[in-house]
């Protein structure tokens, strides 16, 4: 099982980024695909989720701001951000398991990680 991330960096406030997460080595449709973000010191805190069925569920600091899409064809989610503040600035990994609320702890497969900074 292996989920490779890209995208991400630095944006100016009210900018936008999209981050991209190819799963390989696992059939992509039979888990609950996430994003989950985690700064220094803090706990992971859950993004968006997606589940098998397509229900999608967002943080409230990032609902009307941030999308979660999956290609199922070439197994690869991605997280479109845009409008992003300064505090949005963190580490973000994808994660595939089950999907409960936004609970990480469902989720036993994770991505490497990618930087988002937003500049004020």
């Known amino acids: 099982v292996q989920l490779v991330q890209s995208g991400g960096g630095l944006v100016q406030a009210g900018g936008s980024l999209r981050l991209s997460c190819a799963a390989s080595?696992?059939?992509?449709?039979?888990?609950?695909m996430g994003w989950f973000r985690q700064a220094p010191g803090k706990e992971r805190e859950g993004v968006a989720s997606?589940?098998?069925?397509?229900?999608?569920t967002y943080a409230d600091s990032v609902k009307g701001r941030f999308t979660i899409s999956q290609n199922n064809a070439k197994n690869i989610l991605y997280l479109q951000m845009n409008n992003l503040k300064p505090e949005d600035t963190n580490m973000y990994s994808c994660?595939?398991?089950?999907?409960?609320?936004?609970?990480?702890?469902?989720?036993?497969?994770w991505g490497q990680g990618t930087q988002v900074t937003v500049s004020s």
């Open positions: 997606i589940d098998k069925d397509g229900t999608t």
């Open positions: 080595g696992f059939t992509f449709r039979d888990y609950c």
């Open positions: 994660a595939a398991g089950r999907c409960s609320g936004l609970d990480f702890r469902y989720f036993g497969y």
